[in-house]
């Protein structure tokens, strides 16, 4: 099997490099090889193998993120003084699958306006459908048949669901105004906006389905593939260009995090392409490191010029984040408490099989966005011209998505008192289409020179992001409060309202009783809501755009000014999408494919 942790003293030389083994990445490596086994393909990865108990079993997915975790690579931002001077975060797949190996696995599509919105040859909704259509095999109800039958991922309801707490979720959406559909991530624009049965990437027996195990492993398992090689462990430094600028090489070295001897900088010829996939975060530091960026940046980084190109590295977007727990009257068999509150051995869970394993506590999606016309002028002058330019005209574009979450999110000690008796929920709330950019660039030549990150959540200057935010707290919290399982806000983890306000968090011991009115806030409630995003906004791990179409490469992924470099990951959208961001991973690897296999001429 090609999986090495040393480059081979005979791969000197091959004709496709891939630089990052994660959700496109090894899906890239997986078809070009599937189109020509003879074509000589070398995937070089920063992390190890995915082959850990917390990737394998969807219900430790939060393992994968937190700090210690050899799963995930942590970028940490400088203090953002719109974040209360915070330093923010934020996880990325460093592990073979990347991503996908990691994250929420939670199944949703953009929206066709998002594809659309974007007027690029090759990327509208209805020419990008095939490549949404051929990476899945879809186990929900296909009313208009958008969705593929024979796919490597399979897309479910995987082992196990909360069912009351699904079922009171959808009903209280409902009261509050929104429809219930079979499937919102269609490109029906008429059915974009609303609720449904979450779908997951988790098989119907409980399998995580990233990339990894999906495209790569069974190909270099199968010993029919002998020319495609995965070398792990593996940072890549920097792309090598001839003097006509055509991408002819990889200088490469061992993670340091893996390795305790000193490493040597390594090269690695390519012979026809080198393809970019180490993510919106991971990707424009070898760009700048190669030559390629803003003169600026590039200067005072002691970095020669090689392509003046200033959108590397710039218009970083992430949807962000707010998570916001509830006391239940839910029982322990309906919750992750179990696992997350330390009350039941995760081996003893392995060795009994049990259903939990295949879960990923979210058992509802939503894309929601203001019912009428008195909500957005509530937010304020500035809202309401950036929905009037931006969202009114455009049916199928949410402000926002929502998830219940049958676990407390966060550190317990922040629950004063939790035993056996207390099973929490919460409810996941991001922004997907925010106004706010940040940034992601090297400060000096070497790998381990620090990166200036910062996210710029909340920086857009008319402060309609922290709008939108105010907007998703109030309307969250009334459909929570419709749901017969509510016993109240954790107070720790919510927006401190003063004792007087009747907006103020309470804890209960019985269901609300009869018509449930919504809650009135004063100004001095919102200024407090808006203080508390401030401070708890986070990363939803869908970094994107920071290489975009149009701005550092072309839609066919070629990176301007140079031959034989391309990019496919997230860093190339134009935009943003109201999507958890791990399919349009998937179908950016499609087509990027696509592409590179038909410039080959091997169809």
């Known amino acids: 099997m090609g999986l090495y942790t040393e480059l081979p003293e005979f791969l000197t030389e091959v004709d496709i490099i891939i630089a990052g083994g994660g959700t496109a990445g090894c899906l890239v490596a997986a078809r070009l090889a599937d189109a020509d086994p003879n074509l000589s393909i070398l995937v070089i990865e920063g992390g190890s193998n995915n082959d850990l108990p917390t990737i394998a079993y969807p219900l430790f997915f939060v393992q994968n993120v937190v700090p ?3 799963a995930a690579i942590f970028y940490q931002t400088a203090p953002e003084n719109q974040l209360d001077d ?32 974007w007027g690029l040859p090759g990327w509208s909704a209805d020419e990008m459908l095939p490549y949404l259509k051929k990476l899945e095999t879809y186990h929900g109800v296909d009313g208009n048949g958008t969705h593929g039958d024979d796919g490597p991922i399979n897309v479910s309801t995987s082992t196990f669901t909360s069912t009351r707490l699904q079922n009171q979720f959808l009903s209280a959406v409902e009261k509050v105004g929104w429809p219930v559909h079979d499937d919102i991530q269609n490109l029906d624009s008429s059915n974009g906006i609303g609720a449904q049965r979450a779908l997951r990437y988790i098989s119907p027996d409980g399998a995580r389905q990233d990339t990894a195990n999906r495209y790569l492993h069974p190909r270099l398992q199968s010993g029919t593939y002998p020319n495609l090689h995965v070398l792990l462990e593996t940072s890549v430094i920097r792309v090598l260009f001839d003097n006509s600028k055509r991408a002819s090489a990889v200088e490469f ?55 003046p190109l200033p959108g590397v590295g710039s218009g970083y977007e992430d ?34 099989n049990d259903p939990l394993l295949g879960w990923n506590t979210m058992d509802v999606t939503c894309k929601l966005r203001p019912l009428s016309d008195k909500d957005i002028t509530a937010l304020g002058s500035a809202f309401e011209a950036a929905w009037k330019k931006d969202f009114a005209h455009i049916p199928d574009k949410p402000l926002a998505m929502m998830a219940p979450v049958a676990v407390f999110p966060h550190n317990p000690e922040l629950v004063a008192e939790f035993g056996p008796d207390k099973q929490y929920f919460s409810v996941s709330c991001f ?6 950019r940040g ?56 927006p401190p309202f003063p004792p007087t306000s009747k907006a103020r968090v309470v804890e209960l011991n019985a269901e609300l009783d009869g018509h449930v009115h919504p809650i009135e806030y004063t100004p001095s409630d919102d200024a407090i809501i808006e203080q508390w ?38 860093s190339v959208l134009p935009g943003n999408v109201a999507a958890n961001t791990n399919n349009m991973a998937l179908a950016v690897g499609e087509k990027a494919a696509d592409i590179i296999i038909r410039e080959l001429g091997l169809y």
């Open 68 to 70: 210690g975790s050899k």
């Open 86 to 117: 915070r330093q923010v975060i934020v996880p990325a797949g460093g592990v073979l699958g990347g991503g996908s190996s990691i994250n929420l696995m939670m199944y949703t599509r953009a929206q066709r306006s998002d594809f659309d919105a």
């Open 253 to 307: 070295t061992r993670n340091p995090l893996y390795h305790d001897s000193p490493s040597r900088t390594l090269t690695v010829k390519a012979r026809r392409t080198i393809v970019l996939s180490s993510g919106a975060l991971g990707t424009p530091p070898i760009l700048e490191r190669s030559g390629i960026g803003s003169p600026e940046i590039l200067t005072g980084a002691n970095v020669e010029v090689v392509v």
């Open 319 to 352: 949807h962000q984040l707010c998570v916001y727990p509830y006391h239940s009257s839910l029982s322990p068999s309906e919750t992750a408490d179990s696992v997350a509150l330390g009350r039941v051995d995760p081996v003893t869970l392995i060795q009994n």
């Open 431 to 436: 922004t997907v289409h925010p106004y706010s």
């Open 439 to 494: 940034h992601v660039h090297i400060t000096g030549p070497q790998i381990t020179s620090p990166l200036d990150f910062k996210t710029g959540f909340l920086n857009d200057q008319n402060n309609v992001d922290i709008k939108m935010h105010v907007w998703l707290y109030k309307t969250q919290r009334e459909i929570v409060r419709k749901m017969g399982v509510y016993r109240g806000e954790v107070a720790a983890s919510h």
């Open 533 to 570: 995003v401030r401070q708890n906004v986070g990363t939803t791990w869908h970094s994107l755009g920071t290489c975009k179409i149009g701005s550092v490469v072309d839609e066919n992924l070629n990176v301007y000014g140079t031959t034989g470099l391309k990019i496919a990951d997230l």
